[in-house]
């Protein structure tokens, strides 16, 4: 699958040098057969890469104004392209009259990406740097389960875990759970403990040894706003999650025809961020139609929903390994 990808942009970036090469040259680059390249070229119109055959004996070009930047040149390439200025002077007889400021715009556009590049590595290492900072300052960011946990959660499956709270342990404890509810840097877990046979709560801190089981459970009878005022005495409001998801820009412009599932507490547009106060017994249906955006929506606050899509992801792809 990766040499297929990697000939799949080989390809692209041939149609772009050479508009009108031929699917044999294509072939003779890539080291492949001629009727592999067909087959590649009907994979990149599956995905809207908009390569045409302008005919027969016309060879490949895109369509419009489509091109694939930037350079992203190798180091490899990038080092071998810049010996050109040691040799340039015996050669410059050779070579058309505009090579050498073509030559100096290319290799200024590789400077500038590079340091582009730089430049956002060290923002995005100094922005997880402070995340972890703040992370680490919260006992929700100390539990080893907490994703298990909350993809349980989402899936509607029991775990069965050792739980520990005030020295007071307990073995193989299996629970359905219901939803998590974040209180004053903790979070617990509501759910349904099979060995009292009652609803209780659970900070999630206190669990370890914990087993996702592949049982479905049915939470259609459960109270929680009854729950959480007995238990804490907590107004309605004090049982919300405020999420903070960050749309691509298209999908900003978009977003304010669609049907949302809850009308957004703040609007970042400079940003391309929505915020949005989200009942807790909602969160689940609520990540599950941020899901619906795919690549256009990201989830930035609250941090374990991103471990959890994570978690899911990398299991996904397990799959199709």
Not at 20 to 45: F, K, Q, V, W
Request: glycine letters at 4%; aromatic letters at 12%.
């Amino acid at each position: 699958m990766t040499d297929r990808l990697i000939r799949l942009m080989r390809i692209i970036t041939l149609v772009q040098a050479k508009p009108g090469i031929l699917a044999r040259e294509l072939a003779e680059r890539c080291g492949n057969s001629e009727r592999t390249i067909y087959r590649d070229m009907d994979a990149l119109s599956a995905m809207h890469i908009p390569i045409t055959h302008m005919g027969h004996g016309k060879g490949y070009a895109f369509i419009g104004n489509f091109a694939l930047f930037p350079l992203d040149l190798t180091d490899s390439e990038a080092a071998a392209f810049s010996q050109l200025r040691n040799v340039m002077e015996d050669i410059k007889s050779l070579l058309p009259a505009e090579f050498e400021n073509a030559y100096e715009k290319i290799m200024a556009a590789h400077y500038k990406q590079n340091a582009e590049r730089k430049e956002k590595m060290e923002s995005v290492t100094k922005e997880a740097g402070n995340l972890w900072t703040e992370r680490s300052s919260m006992e929700i960011g100390q539990s080893a389960f907490l994703t298990e946990i909350l993809s349980a959660v989402m899936k509607q499956n029991s775990f069965q875990a050792d739980y520990c709270e005030n020295a007071n342990e307990e073995r193989g404890i299996r629970i359905d759970p219901y939803c998590l509810v974040p209180l004053e840097n903790r979070i617990y877990v509501i759910g349904l403990c099979h060995r009292f046979g009652r609803i209780r709560a659970f900070h999630v801190n206190g669990f370890s040894n914990v087993t996702l089981l592949n049982n479905w459970f049915s939470k259609e009878r459960f109270d929680l706003q009854s729950f959480m005022s007995q238990k804490w005495s907590l107004d309605p409001d004090s049982l919300q999650i405020e999420f903070r998801i960050r749309f691509s820009e298209r999908m900003m412009d978009r977003i304010k025809y669609e049907e949302l599932m809850v009308k957004p507490s703040k609007v970042d547009r400079q940003n391309c961020c929505l915020h949005f106060k989200v009942a807790i017994e909602q969160d689940i249906g609520f990540v599950r139609w941020i899901m619906r955006f795919e690549e256009e929506a990201e989830i930035l606050e609250p941090f374990y929903y991103r471990d959890v899509l994570k978690y899911h992801m990398e299991r996904w792809l397990m799959l199709y390994k």
